[in-house]
């Protein structure tokens, strides 16, 4: 049973355009909702990060969108760069606990 | 620098052979995580440490094991009995809700 559902698993934008990237989630005992970016034979860095006590959360040109009631959220990239170019992970991580579980990724493409 | 340090960064295992990866943190957490990355999917938890002393399985844990003698180290060994070894090894470390990850460890199976 997959808890965390990512799509898609690929994406191609063009340079200024908008990358989204969507999760589900199905177990209420996640409280924490942090996105990772991943540069090829790295590690992956937190990107940005949201509660769900809030809907919305940005940061520069990335921005969480949250929806409790339907257990998903969302990664939106404004005016994406050839830069931004990488794999983006969600995950939910349930804080009592001290776990995480990671989507699948997503290989997102920024053609110039 | 703070951080998690893995190494090797490239690591080749032969059919039968037990191989440990190292990961030190200097960041004084209490939380170690091992996770294995494959190809086209997320990453899938091993092992994972709360404090010295102590650690529990994670999801894919059959073939692997893990020590935590030292607060700073958290070695993972790939036994024999791990039949498709071959995958990329990440190490993090927790700090409240944000997870520092190291550079990874590419292991191959020849």
């Known amino acids: 049973q997959q808890q965390v559902k990512q799509s898609p698993q690929s994406l191609i934008v063009q340079k200024g355009g908008i990358s989204i990237i969507n999760c589900a989630y199905e177990n209420t005992a996640f409280d924490y909702f942090p996105w990772y970016q991943q540069f090829p034979g790295k590690g992956p860095a937190l990107l940005i990060a949201i509660r769900p006590d809030v809907s919305e959360k940005k940061e520069g040109r990335f921005t969480i969108s949250f929806n409790k009631s339907a257990k998903q959220f969302s990664l939106h990239i404004m005016d994406s760069q050839p830069g931004d170019s990488a794999t983006y992970f969600c995950?939910?991580?349930?804080?009592?606990?001290?776990?995480?579980?990671f989507g699948d990724g997503t290989t997102l493409t920024v053609k110039p | 620098d703070g951080g998690i340090t893995q190494s090797p960064k490239y690591l080749f295992r032969k059919e039968g052979q037990n191989v440990t990866l190292s990961c030190e943190q200097n960041?004084?957490?209490?939380?170690m995580y091992w996770y294995r990355q494959d190809p086209g999917q997320g990453l899938r938890l091993i092992y994972y440490?709360?404090?010295?002393?102590?650690?529990q399985k994670g999801d894919i844990a059959e073939g692997y094991s893990v020590s935590r003698e030292k607060k700073e180290s958290f070695p993972l060994t790939v036994t024999s009995a791990q039949k498709n070894p071959t995958a990329f090894y990440l190490c993090?470390?927790?700090?409240?809700?944000?997870?520092?990850f190291g550079q990874g460890t590419r292991l191959t199976v020849v």
């Open positions: 440490s709360q404090i010295v002393n102590d650690f």
């Open positions: 960041l004084n957490h209490d939380a």
């Open positions: 993090a470390s927790i700090w409240y809700t944000e997870a520092f």
């Open positions: 995950a939910a991580t349930n804080t009592n606990a001290g776990k995480s579980t």
